[in-house]
Protein backbone atom coordinates (compact mmCIF):
# COMPACT_ATOMS: atom_id res chain seq x y z
CA UNK A 1 0.00 0.00 0.00
CA UNK A 2 1.06 3.54 -0.32
CA UNK A 3 0.49 7.01 0.87
CA UNK A 4 1.11 9.63 -1.68
CA UNK A 5 3.34 12.23 -0.26
CA UNK A 6 5.42 15.34 -2.27
CA UNK A 7 8.41 12.39 -2.57
CA UNK A 8 6.03 10.07 -4.41
CA UNK A 9 4.59 12.91 -6.67
CA UNK A 10 8.42 13.71 -8.32
CA UNK A 11 8.69 9.75 -8.29
CA UNK A 12 5.70 9.44 -10.13
CA UNK A 13 6.59 12.00 -12.88
CA UNK A 14 10.38 9.77 -13.16
CA UNK A 15 8.23 6.65 -13.78
CA UNK A 16 6.37 7.81 -16.06
CA UNK A 17 9.51 8.64 -18.47
CA UNK A 18 10.86 5.09 -17.24
CA UNK A 19 7.67 3.11 -17.94
CA UNK A 20 8.17 4.72 -22.44
CA UNK A 21 11.20 2.75 -22.78
CA UNK A 22 10.54 -1.09 -24.04
CA UNK A 23 10.58 -3.06 -21.04
CA UNK A 24 13.66 -5.81 -20.95
CA UNK A 25 11.96 -9.58 -20.06
CA UNK A 26 13.59 -13.15 -20.14
CA UNK A 27 11.98 -16.44 -19.02
CA UNK A 28 14.37 -18.63 -16.66
CA UNK A 29 13.55 -22.47 -16.54
CA UNK A 30 13.13 -23.98 -13.54
CA UNK A 31 15.70 -25.90 -11.77
CA UNK A 32 14.06 -28.79 -12.90
CA UNK A 33 10.54 -29.64 -13.70
CA UNK A 34 7.13 -29.14 -11.66
CA UNK A 35 7.23 -31.57 -8.65
CA UNK A 36 4.67 -30.90 -5.45
CA UNK A 37 7.98 -32.46 -3.85
CA UNK A 38 10.31 -29.54 -4.78
CA UNK A 39 7.73 -26.62 -3.39
CA UNK A 40 8.43 -24.80 0.10
CA UNK A 41 6.16 -25.51 2.75
CA UNK A 42 8.49 -23.51 5.34
CA UNK A 43 6.63 -20.80 5.42
CA UNK A 44 8.22 -18.61 8.86
CA UNK A 45 11.39 -19.57 7.25
CA UNK A 46 10.49 -17.68 3.51
CA UNK A 47 8.49 -14.92 4.90
CA UNK A 48 11.94 -14.57 6.96
CA UNK A 49 14.18 -14.84 3.96
CA UNK A 50 12.28 -12.55 1.65
CA UNK A 51 11.59 -10.43 4.31
CA UNK A 52 15.84 -9.82 5.77
CA UNK A 53 17.00 -8.62 2.63
CA UNK A 54 16.16 -4.77 2.24
CA UNK A 55 13.97 -3.96 -0.77
CA UNK A 56 13.28 0.13 0.26
CA UNK A 57 11.63 0.88 -3.66
CA UNK A 58 14.74 1.46 -6.33
CA UNK A 59 16.98 -1.21 -4.47
CA UNK A 60 14.12 -4.43 -5.40
CA UNK A 61 17.89 -5.61 -7.00
CA UNK A 62 18.76 -8.55 -4.47
CA UNK A 63 15.30 -9.54 -3.22
CA UNK A 64 13.86 -10.07 -6.99
CA UNK A 65 16.99 -12.23 -7.73
CA UNK A 66 16.48 -14.27 -4.46
CA UNK A 67 12.81 -14.64 -5.16
CA UNK A 68 13.78 -15.61 -8.49
CA UNK A 69 16.14 -18.27 -7.55
CA UNK A 70 14.02 -19.79 -4.87
CA UNK A 71 10.42 -20.16 -6.86
CA UNK A 72 12.93 -21.30 -9.81
CA UNK A 73 13.86 -24.49 -7.12
CA UNK A 74 10.35 -24.78 -5.97
CA UNK A 75 9.83 -26.17 -9.95
CA UNK A 76 8.49 -22.31 -11.27
CA UNK A 77 9.49 -20.68 -14.86
CA UNK A 78 10.16 -17.06 -13.65
CA UNK A 79 9.56 -14.69 -16.13
CA UNK A 80 11.84 -11.12 -15.61
CA UNK A 81 10.67 -8.04 -16.56
CA UNK A 82 13.74 -5.28 -16.20
CA UNK A 83 12.69 -1.67 -15.45
CA UNK A 84 16.05 -0.43 -16.02
CA UNK A 85 17.82 1.23 -12.98
CA UNK A 86 21.50 -0.15 -11.72
CA UNK A 87 21.54 -2.83 -10.46
CA UNK A 88 18.37 -3.40 -12.54
CA UNK A 89 15.23 -4.04 -10.42
CA UNK A 90 12.71 -6.57 -12.28
CA UNK A 91 8.80 -7.61 -12.26
CA UNK A 92 8.69 -11.32 -11.59
CA UNK A 93 5.86 -13.77 -13.16
CA UNK A 94 6.14 -17.36 -12.29
CA UNK A 95 3.83 -20.32 -13.26
CA UNK A 96 4.11 -23.87 -11.87
CA UNK A 97 2.79 -25.46 -14.76
CA UNK A 98 3.21 -25.21 -19.18
CA UNK A 99 0.98 -22.53 -18.99
CA UNK A 100 1.79 -18.49 -18.59
CA UNK A 101 -1.19 -17.04 -19.12
CA UNK A 102 -3.21 -18.46 -15.83
CA UNK A 103 -7.11 -18.02 -15.21
CA UNK A 104 -5.69 -16.76 -11.01
CA UNK A 105 -3.42 -14.61 -10.57
CA UNK A 106 -1.75 -13.73 -7.09
CA UNK A 107 -0.08 -10.09 -7.14
CA UNK A 108 1.77 -8.47 -4.80
CA UNK A 109 4.62 -6.12 -4.66
CA UNK A 110 8.51 -6.75 -3.51
CA UNK A 111 9.11 -2.95 -2.58
CA UNK A 112 8.42 -1.42 0.77
CA UNK A 113 8.96 2.32 2.39
CA UNK A 114 12.27 3.37 4.23
CA UNK A 115 13.95 3.26 6.48
CA UNK A 116 14.97 -0.37 6.37
CA UNK A 117 14.42 -2.06 10.26
CA UNK A 118 15.91 -5.63 10.48
CA UNK A 119 13.83 -8.89 10.83
CA UNK A 120 13.51 -10.41 14.15
CA UNK A 121 11.40 -13.10 15.36
CA UNK A 122 10.26 -13.83 19.69
CA UNK A 123 9.30 -17.40 18.94
CA UNK A 124 7.62 -17.62 22.61
CA UNK A 125 5.29 -14.36 21.62
CA UNK A 126 5.46 -15.37 18.10
CA UNK A 127 5.53 -11.53 17.14
CA UNK A 128 7.69 -10.93 14.11
CA UNK A 129 8.97 -7.27 13.06
CA UNK A 130 10.60 -5.80 10.32
CA UNK A 131 10.36 -3.76 7.59
CA UNK A 132 7.86 -5.43 5.37
CA UNK A 133 7.43 -8.24 7.35
CA UNK A 134 3.51 -6.99 6.01
CA UNK A 135 3.34 -4.67 3.44
CA UNK A 136 3.84 -6.70 1.63
CA UNK A 137 6.23 -9.25 2.14
CA UNK A 138 3.81 -10.82 4.49
CA UNK A 139 1.08 -10.82 1.15
CA UNK A 140 4.09 -12.36 -1.15
CA UNK A 141 5.07 -15.07 1.52
CA UNK A 142 1.56 -16.45 2.17
CA UNK A 143 0.41 -16.37 -1.48
CA UNK A 144 3.48 -18.60 -2.47
CA UNK A 145 2.62 -20.82 0.64
CA UNK A 146 -1.20 -20.90 0.01
CA UNK A 147 -0.48 -22.36 -3.92
CA UNK A 148 2.38 -24.52 -2.87
CA UNK A 149 -0.50 -26.07 -0.09
CA UNK A 150 -3.24 -26.36 -3.46
CA UNK A 151 -0.68 -27.66 -5.96
CA UNK A 152 0.36 -30.36 -3.25
CA UNK A 153 -3.00 -30.94 -2.79
CA UNK A 154 -4.09 -31.42 -5.89
CA UNK A 155 -7.00 -28.64 -5.50
CA UNK A 156 -5.55 -26.83 -8.53
CA UNK A 157 -3.61 -27.93 -11.74
CA UNK A 158 -0.14 -26.27 -11.97
CA UNK A 159 -1.67 -24.67 -15.47
CA UNK A 160 -4.69 -22.81 -13.10
CA UNK A 161 -2.53 -20.18 -11.01
CA UNK A 162 0.59 -17.68 -11.96
CA UNK A 163 1.95 -14.99 -9.70
CA UNK A 164 3.17 -11.83 -10.00
CA UNK A 165 5.25 -9.59 -8.28
CA UNK A 166 6.08 -5.88 -8.69
CA UNK A 167 8.90 -3.19 -7.96
CA UNK A 168 7.54 0.34 -7.06
CA UNK A 169 4.19 0.22 -5.66
CA UNK A 170 5.30 2.26 -3.08
CA UNK A 171 6.43 4.94 -5.59
CA UNK A 172 3.66 5.41 -7.78
CA UNK A 173 3.41 1.82 -9.13
CA UNK A 174 6.28 1.81 -12.31
CA UNK A 175 6.15 -1.75 -11.90
CA UNK A 176 2.30 -2.36 -11.97
CA UNK A 177 2.11 -0.10 -14.76
CA UNK A 178 4.93 -2.09 -17.00
CA UNK A 179 3.59 -5.44 -16.17
CA UNK A 180 0.43 -4.32 -18.66
CA UNK A 181 2.75 -5.33 -21.46
CA UNK A 182 3.12 -8.42 -20.01
CA UNK A 183 -0.35 -9.35 -21.94
CA UNK A 184 -1.82 -11.34 -18.86
CA UNK A 185 -5.80 -12.31 -19.20
CA UNK A 186 -6.40 -13.62 -15.47
CA UNK A 187 -10.38 -14.39 -14.93
CA UNK A 188 -9.39 -13.29 -11.04
CA UNK A 189 -6.72 -11.52 -9.67
CA UNK A 190 -6.27 -11.34 -6.02
CA UNK A 191 -3.67 -8.44 -4.92
CA UNK A 192 -1.86 -8.98 -1.08
CA UNK A 193 -2.03 -5.88 0.59
CA UNK A 194 -2.11 -6.00 4.58
CA UNK A 195 -6.13 -5.79 5.42
CA UNK A 196 -6.02 -7.15 8.63
CA UNK A 197 -7.06 -10.72 6.91
CA UNK A 198 -10.70 -8.77 6.09
CA UNK A 199 -11.60 -8.94 2.43
CA UNK A 200 -11.56 -5.21 1.27
CA UNK A 201 -14.16 -3.82 -0.71
CA UNK A 202 -12.61 -0.61 -2.05
CA UNK A 203 -10.84 1.97 -1.51
CA UNK A 204 -10.14 5.83 -2.07
CA UNK A 205 -9.21 7.67 -5.29
CA UNK A 206 -6.47 9.72 -5.11
CA UNK A 207 -4.94 13.36 -6.84
CA UNK A 208 -1.94 15.06 -6.30
CA UNK A 209 -1.89 18.64 -6.57
CA UNK A 210 0.86 21.68 -6.24
CA UNK A 211 -0.21 25.23 -5.90
CA UNK A 212 2.62 27.55 -6.54
CA UNK A 213 2.16 30.79 -5.72
CA UNK A 214 4.37 33.92 -6.74
CA UNK A 215 5.02 37.06 -5.46
CA UNK A 216 7.25 40.02 -5.56
CA UNK A 217 10.44 40.95 -3.34
CA UNK A 218 10.81 43.76 -1.26
CA UNK A 219 11.88 45.35 2.06
CA UNK A 220 9.15 44.04 4.82
CA UNK A 221 9.33 47.91 6.30
CA UNK A 222 7.81 48.73 2.98
CA UNK A 223 5.76 45.64 2.23
CA UNK A 224 3.39 47.53 -0.90
CA UNK A 225 5.92 47.76 -2.79
CA UNK A 226 5.98 43.80 -3.19
CA UNK A 227 3.64 41.19 -2.99
CA UNK A 228 4.01 38.01 -0.28
CA UNK A 229 3.67 34.71 -1.85
CA UNK A 230 3.58 33.01 1.26
CA UNK A 231 0.57 35.55 1.86
CA UNK A 232 -0.77 34.47 -1.19
CA UNK A 233 -0.19 30.71 -0.36
CA UNK A 234 -1.79 30.72 2.87
CA UNK A 235 -5.10 32.30 1.42
CA UNK A 236 -4.85 29.90 -1.74
CA UNK A 237 -4.57 26.85 1.21
CA UNK A 238 -7.66 28.03 3.08
CA UNK A 239 -9.81 28.21 0.23
CA UNK A 240 -9.28 24.61 -0.51
CA UNK A 241 -9.42 23.62 2.76
CA UNK A 242 -13.59 25.49 2.64
CA UNK A 243 -13.90 23.59 -0.24
CA UNK A 244 -13.15 20.03 0.34
CA UNK A 245 -15.62 20.57 3.28
CA UNK A 246 -18.11 20.95 0.81
CA UNK A 247 -17.72 18.09 -1.47
CA UNK A 248 -20.16 15.37 -1.20
CA UNK A 249 -19.50 12.45 1.35
CA UNK A 250 -20.01 8.64 0.28
CA UNK A 251 -21.96 6.33 2.24
CA UNK A 252 -19.25 3.39 1.62
CA UNK A 253 -15.86 5.54 1.71
CA UNK A 254 -16.89 8.79 4.19
CA UNK A 255 -15.34 12.21 3.07
CA UNK A 256 -13.17 13.12 0.43
CA UNK A 257 -9.67 14.47 2.25
CA UNK A 258 -6.73 16.81 1.60
CA UNK A 259 -3.24 16.71 2.96
CA UNK A 260 -1.16 19.99 3.02
CA UNK A 261 2.20 17.35 2.84
CA UNK A 262 4.62 20.26 2.46
CA UNK A 263 4.80 23.75 2.38
CA UNK A 264 7.62 25.96 1.22
CA UNK A 265 7.95 29.79 0.75
CA UNK A 266 10.38 32.62 1.39
CA UNK A 267 13.76 33.49 2.45
CA UNK A 268 13.66 35.50 5.82
CA UNK A 269 11.64 37.37 8.10
CA UNK A 270 12.43 40.96 7.10
CA UNK A 271 12.28 39.83 3.16
CA UNK A 272 8.27 40.12 1.25
CA UNK A 273 8.55 36.27 0.03
CA UNK A 274 8.67 35.72 -3.82
CA UNK A 275 7.91 32.87 -4.39
CA UNK A 276 6.04 29.94 -1.95
CA UNK A 277 4.22 26.49 -2.46
CA UNK A 278 2.30 23.02 -1.23
CA UNK A 279 2.44 19.87 -2.27
CA UNK A 280 -1.28 18.27 -1.86
CA UNK A 281 -2.48 15.02 -1.44
CA UNK A 282 -6.86 14.78 -2.21
CA UNK A 283 -8.56 10.75 -1.03
CA UNK A 284 -11.53 10.67 -3.19
CA UNK A 285 -14.53 9.65 -1.70
CA UNK A 286 -16.72 10.33 -4.33
CA UNK A 287 -16.41 11.50 -7.98
CA UNK A 288 -13.14 11.11 -10.26
CA UNK A 289 -10.07 13.85 -10.49
CA UNK A 290 -11.60 15.28 -13.63
CA UNK A 291 -14.15 16.54 -11.29
CA UNK A 292 -12.37 17.88 -8.31
CA UNK A 293 -9.47 19.45 -10.11
CA UNK A 294 -12.05 22.08 -11.79
CA UNK A 295 -13.19 22.60 -7.85
CA UNK A 296 -10.02 23.33 -7.00
CA UNK A 297 -9.06 25.53 -9.50
CA UNK A 298 -12.21 27.53 -8.70
CA UNK A 299 -11.39 27.94 -5.05
CA UNK A 300 -7.85 28.80 -5.59
CA UNK A 301 -8.33 31.59 -8.17
CA UNK A 302 -12.04 32.61 -5.73
CA UNK A 303 -9.33 32.79 -2.48
CA UNK A 304 -6.89 34.77 -4.65
CA UNK A 305 -9.35 37.72 -5.76
CA UNK A 306 -7.60 40.11 -3.02
CA UNK A 307 -4.49 39.93 -5.06
CA UNK A 308 -6.20 40.35 -8.29
CA UNK A 309 -6.68 43.73 -10.52
CA UNK A 310 -7.03 45.08 -13.77
CA UNK A 311 -2.92 44.80 -14.06
CA UNK A 312 -2.33 41.74 -12.43
CA UNK A 313 -4.35 38.28 -13.45
CA UNK A 314 -4.81 35.06 -11.09
CA UNK A 315 -2.55 33.47 -12.95
CA UNK A 316 0.46 36.16 -12.56
CA UNK A 317 -0.26 35.05 -8.53
CA UNK A 318 -0.43 31.51 -8.50
CA UNK A 319 -0.37 28.55 -10.65
CA UNK A 320 -1.81 25.06 -9.69
CA UNK A 321 0.16 21.57 -11.15
CA UNK A 322 -1.63 18.18 -10.83
CA UNK A 323 0.98 15.92 -10.41
CA UNK A 324 -0.75 12.97 -11.02
CA UNK A 325 -3.19 11.21 -12.91
CA UNK A 326 -5.19 10.39 -10.12
CA UNK A 327 -8.26 7.81 -9.95
CA UNK A 328 -11.29 8.06 -8.54
CA UNK A 329 -12.59 5.52 -5.72
CA UNK A 330 -11.87 1.92 -6.99
CA UNK A 331 -14.65 -0.79 -6.52
CA UNK A 332 -13.11 -4.77 -5.42
CA UNK A 333 -15.04 -7.42 -5.19
CA UNK A 334 -15.36 -8.64 -2.18
CA UNK A 335 -18.15 -11.44 -2.83
CA UNK A 336 -16.44 -14.25 -1.02
CA UNK A 337 -18.46 -15.71 1.73
CA UNK A 338 -16.28 -16.55 5.02
CA UNK A 339 -14.46 -13.87 5.74
CA UNK A 340 -16.54 -11.80 7.99
CA UNK A 341 -17.81 -7.77 6.95
CA UNK A 342 -15.62 -6.56 3.67
CA UNK A 343 -13.72 -3.24 4.92
CA UNK A 344 -12.71 0.03 2.72
CA UNK A 345 -9.13 1.22 2.88
CA UNK A 346 -8.09 5.20 2.34
CA UNK A 347 -4.38 3.38 1.19
CA UNK A 348 -4.04 3.77 -2.28
CA UNK A 349 -2.78 0.70 -4.61
CA UNK A 350 -1.63 -0.77 -7.36
CA UNK A 351 -4.81 -2.13 -8.49
CA UNK A 352 -6.18 1.00 -10.78
CA UNK A 353 -2.02 0.46 -12.65
CA UNK A 354 -2.94 -2.78 -14.04
CA UNK A 355 -5.72 -2.40 -16.70
CA UNK A 356 -8.77 -5.31 -16.89
CA UNK A 357 -8.17 -7.00 -19.90
CA UNK A 358 -10.67 -9.25 -19.42
CA UNK A 359 -14.56 -8.64 -19.17
CA UNK A 360 -15.99 -9.11 -15.51
CA UNK A 361 -12.47 -9.67 -14.48
CA UNK A 362 -12.45 -10.01 -10.65
CA UNK A 363 -10.29 -8.34 -8.34
CA UNK A 364 -9.86 -8.77 -5.12
CA UNK A 365 -7.50 -7.42 -2.49
CA UNK A 366 -6.39 -9.45 0.88
CA UNK A 367 -3.69 -9.93 3.25
CA UNK A 368 -2.39 -10.34 6.86
CA UNK A 369 -1.44 -7.53 9.19
CA UNK A 370 -2.47 -4.28 10.04
CA UNK A 371 -3.04 -1.52 7.59
CA UNK A 372 -2.23 1.21 10.39
CA UNK A 373 1.68 -0.66 11.60
CA UNK A 374 2.50 -0.99 8.38
CA UNK A 375 4.60 1.82 7.30
CA UNK A 376 5.44 2.64 10.89
CA UNK A 377 8.76 1.76 12.92
CA UNK A 378 7.19 -0.35 14.46
CA UNK A 379 5.63 -2.45 11.98
CA UNK A 380 5.40 -6.18 12.90
CA UNK A 381 2.79 -8.80 12.14
CA UNK A 382 2.42 -12.67 13.63
CA UNK A 383 3.10 -16.23 13.58
CA UNK A 384 -0.93 -16.58 13.65
CA UNK A 385 -1.76 -13.80 11.22
CA UNK A 386 0.67 -15.23 8.21
CA UNK A 387 -0.79 -18.83 8.52
CA UNK A 388 -4.12 -17.33 8.75
CA UNK A 389 -3.50 -15.52 5.35
CA UNK A 390 -2.14 -18.75 4.21
CA UNK A 391 -5.96 -20.46 4.72
CA UNK A 392 -7.34 -16.93 3.43
CA UNK A 393 -5.38 -17.30 0.26
CA UNK A 394 -6.17 -20.86 -0.28
CA UNK A 395 -10.36 -19.93 -0.23
CA UNK A 396 -9.49 -16.73 -2.29
CA UNK A 397 -7.97 -19.03 -5.51
CA UNK A 398 -10.44 -21.84 -4.87
CA UNK A 399 -13.33 -19.78 -4.65
CA UNK A 400 -11.99 -17.82 -8.37
CA UNK A 401 -11.81 -21.02 -9.83
CA UNK A 402 -14.91 -22.42 -8.76
CA UNK A 403 -16.93 -19.43 -10.27
CA UNK A 404 -14.87 -19.90 -13.20
CA UNK A 405 -16.19 -23.22 -14.04
CA UNK A 406 -19.80 -22.32 -12.72
CA UNK A 407 -19.66 -19.27 -15.32
CA UNK A 408 -18.50 -21.44 -18.08
CA UNK A 409 -21.14 -24.39 -17.61
CA UNK A 410 -23.80 -21.54 -16.97
CA UNK A 411 -22.50 -20.12 -20.14
CA UNK A 412 -22.42 -23.30 -21.87
CA UNK A 413 -25.90 -24.73 -20.77
CA UNK A 414 -27.21 -21.62 -21.94
CA UNK A 415 -25.58 -21.72 -25.76
CA UNK A 416 -29.05 -22.94 -28.10
CA UNK A 417 -26.15 -25.56 -30.13
CA UNK A 418 -25.86 -27.74 -26.91
C1 LIG B 1 16.05 -19.61 3.80
O1 LIG B 1 17.44 -19.29 3.73
C2 LIG B 1 18.28 -20.29 4.30
C3 LIG B 1 19.69 -19.74 4.28
O2 LIG B 1 20.08 -19.39 3.00
C4 LIG B 1 18.14 -21.57 3.52
O3 LIG B 1 18.94 -22.59 4.08
C5 LIG B 1 16.67 -22.00 3.55
O4 LIG B 1 16.50 -23.15 2.74
C6 LIG B 1 15.77 -20.91 3.08
N1 LIG B 1 14.39 -21.35 3.28
C7 LIG B 1 13.37 -20.97 2.53
C8 LIG B 1 12.08 -21.61 2.80
O5 LIG B 1 13.47 -20.12 1.68
C1 LIG C 1 9.97 -12.31 23.59
O1 LIG C 1 8.93 -11.54 24.15
C2 LIG C 1 8.78 -11.73 25.56
C3 LIG C 1 7.50 -11.01 25.99
O2 LIG C 1 7.50 -9.67 25.53
C4 LIG C 1 10.02 -11.19 26.24
O3 LIG C 1 9.91 -11.37 27.64
C5 LIG C 1 11.23 -11.95 25.71
O4 LIG C 1 12.42 -11.40 26.25
C6 LIG C 1 11.29 -11.88 24.19
N1 LIG C 1 12.35 -12.75 23.70
C7 LIG C 1 13.30 -12.32 22.88
C8 LIG C 1 14.29 -13.34 22.45
O5 LIG C 1 13.36 -11.16 22.50
ZN1 LIG D 1 1.82 -2.33 0.13
Given at each position: ??????????????????????????????????????????L??????????????????????????????????????????????????????????????????????????????N??T???????????????????????????????S???????????????????????????????????????????????????????????????????????????????????????????????????T???????????????????????A?????????????L????????????????????????I??????????????D?????????????T?????????????????????????????????????????????????????????????????????
Amino acid sequence: MHFPTTLIAGALFQSSVIAKTQPAQDVLAPASSYSHLHLTHDLLAFHKNLTQIESISGNEHDVGVWLTESLQSQGYTVEKQSLGGNPPRFNLLAWPGGKRNTRVLLSSHIDTVPPFWPYTHNASTGVIIGRGSVDAKGSVATQVLALNGLLESREVSPDDVGLLFVVGEETGGDGMRAANDLNLKPKSIIFGEPTEGRLCAGHKGNLGAKIIAKGKAAHSGYPWLGRSANEVLVAALGGVMEMVKGLPTSEKYGSTTMNIGRMEGGVAANVVPESASASLAFRLAEGTPETLKPLVVEAVENAVAAFVDKDVKASDVVEIIFTSAGYGPIAIDSDVPGFGKPITVNYGTDIPNLKQTVKGQKRYLYGPGSILVAHSDHEATTEKELFDAVDGYKTLILHAMIKDDAREQLRDARRPDL
